[in-house]
């Protein structure tokens, strides 16, 4: 058994290793995908449906349990439930890539999202177990600088394996490529991560998670419809349970709450105004960033006929723009500026998308005139994204912080499920339903979240950062 208070410098770097293996793992799974996805569609023939489930089911799983996977590690130890999370999210990998049918792989995916939601929580737990807090605050910096680059990463590597096609496996590398870099996670985890569980676990709420749940399938799934049309009866019909279903999963966590019982979250957090403008601007910016970025990687292979490699290299100037905007941008201008960054952001956002989307398909645009465009596009997603949480979190009570931040997380995922279904639908019956490309169709369902972005960030209250209680 490691002792953290014992663990030597060399030790702690290679604890962190794992971790910081283990980051890139889940978030390059996350946006890979992308550029895979219409050879994965080829290659199944594929409806697609299938291929919004292929991205959306990821972040569905995860949204799902992430809370619960943070209640796993309070209770059965943070080491024992990270190493248990790489080695389903490894073997879920294997799956993936060795799936025979759209369907088996939407299932794989399904469980790598469940898997990487009983990963990632362990990482800030393992930080506080073995860092102090002053030496946190670079390690957490160079978390947020590899994470970035990760995304960034993503839609690049996924266009150079498939490029590549090793031992004519295609689109499945992308997957595959994650066992070596699992195993890796698993050993140094192994030997180097040390032993912490919560002294207090907060418990289980397994009918939270139900309920919960259940309300987001049951609005999903009738939203998930690729290019068919008008909804049916039974479709609607769970559009419509979706409503009482998130209604008595608030009455059940807030009846925990009061009962002083493990609840899912506690209710009193949305009293706080920042929080509860974050969380909806949380699920609204996931939304239309995920719907956006999946419709971009389409449209580049489908409307303009490019490679998965062309695709994955015109992500870079977006990339770029993104880390400028996080790094640079929103820091410095948001003790200023407040709200207005993020205001700020939207707009750049709403400006940018429409121009990439519109220069891809109906304007036709040269490569070289949108590259200026998407580092413009990537520095308002930046500056908005990065600002999100700080504001939400600002006038948060410590004993809260961390709850706070898991289910800002969640909102995150079940965002960009929200926007797969949403915005991705709107691509794929675009041809037929308004005969225009589904670049255009896409945009037409993606401005009005991204002005929900705009107006919500303007609900922000000013002077967000005066007030922080203790």
Not at 46 to 58: L, P, T
Not at 110 to 124: D, S, V
Not at 176 to 193: C, D, E, K, R, S
Not at 206 to 234: C, E, H, N, Q, T
Request: glycine share 12%; net charge positive.
């Amino acid at each position: 058994m490691i002792d953290a208070d014992r663990m030597t410098p060399r030790a702690k770097s290679l604890a962190l290793m794992a971790m910081v293996v283990a980051l890139v793992l889940e978030i390059v799974d996350l946006t890979i995908i992308n550029t895979a996805l219409p050879a994965i569609r080829a290659d199944f023939s594929a409806d697609a449906a299938a291929s919004q489930w292929i991205v959306a089911g990821y972040a569905l799983a995860f949204a799902l349990l992430l809370m619960a996977g943070g209640r796993l590690g309070d209770t059965f130890g943070y080491r024992r439930m990270f190493l248990w999370g790489v080695a389903g999210f490894t073997l879920s990998s294997a799956l993936c890539g060795a799936a025979g049918s759209g369907t088996e792989l939407v299932v794989a995916r399904l469980l790598q999202g469940a898997t990487g939601a009983i990963m990632a929580p362990q990482f800030m737990a393992l930080m506080q177990v073995m860092f102090q807090p002053l030496e946190r605050i670079a390690k957490l910096a160079m978390f947020g600088v590899i994470g970035g680059l990760a995304s960034i990463i993503g839609p690049i590597l996924g266009g150079v394996l498939i490029e590549a096609n090793l031992f004519d496996l295609g689109w499945r590398l992308i997957f595959l490529i994650n066992l070596p870099v699992g195993l890796t996670a698993i050993a140094l985890g192994y030997f180097y991560l040390p032993e912490a569980r919560s002294g207090r676990p907060a418990g289980f709420d397994p009918g939270g998670i139900l309920l919960f749940g259940l309300a987001i399938a049951a609005l999903l799934w009738p939203l998930i419809r690729g290019d068919k049309g008008a909804l049916d009866s039974v479709e609607l019909s769970l559009l419509a349970l979706s409503l009482p279903l998130g209604w008595y999963g608030w009455r059940h966590v807030t009846r925990r709450v009061e009962q002083g019982r493990a609840a899912l979250f506690d209710p009193v957090l949305f009293e706080n105004r920042p929080f509860a403008i974050g969380m909806a601007l949380s699920v609204a910016f996931a939304a239309a960033n995920t719907g956006f970025l999946m419709c971009f990687a389409f449209a580049l292979q489908e409307e303009r006929g490019q490679t998965p490699l062309t695709t994955g290299l015109l992500h870079m100037p977006f990339g770029f723009g993104a880390m400028l905007g996080i790094a640079v941008l929103g820091r410095k201008l948001l003790p200023k500026w407040g709200r207005w960054v993020l205001v700020l952001g939207a707009v750049m956002m709403i400006v940018t998308y429409a121009l990439t989307l519109t220069g891809i398909g109906a304007m036709q645009l040269e490569f070289v005139t949108l590259v200026p465009v998407l580092v413009l596009a990537g520095a308002g997603m930046g500056m908005f994204s990065g600002c999100i949480n700080p504001v939400a979190v600002a006038q948060i009570d410590r004993d809260h912080a961390g709850a706070a931040s898991g289910l800002l997380k969640t909102g995150q995922q079940a965002g960009g499920a929200l926007g797969i279904a949403l915005i991705g639908s709107a691509y794929f019956a675009g041809a037929r339903m308004i005969g225009q490309p589904g670049s255009t169709a896409a945009l037409i369902a993606l401005l009005p979240l991204l002005v929900l972005c705009g107006v919500f960030a303007a609900l922000l209250p000013s002077g967000i950062f005066a007030k922080r209680p203790h």
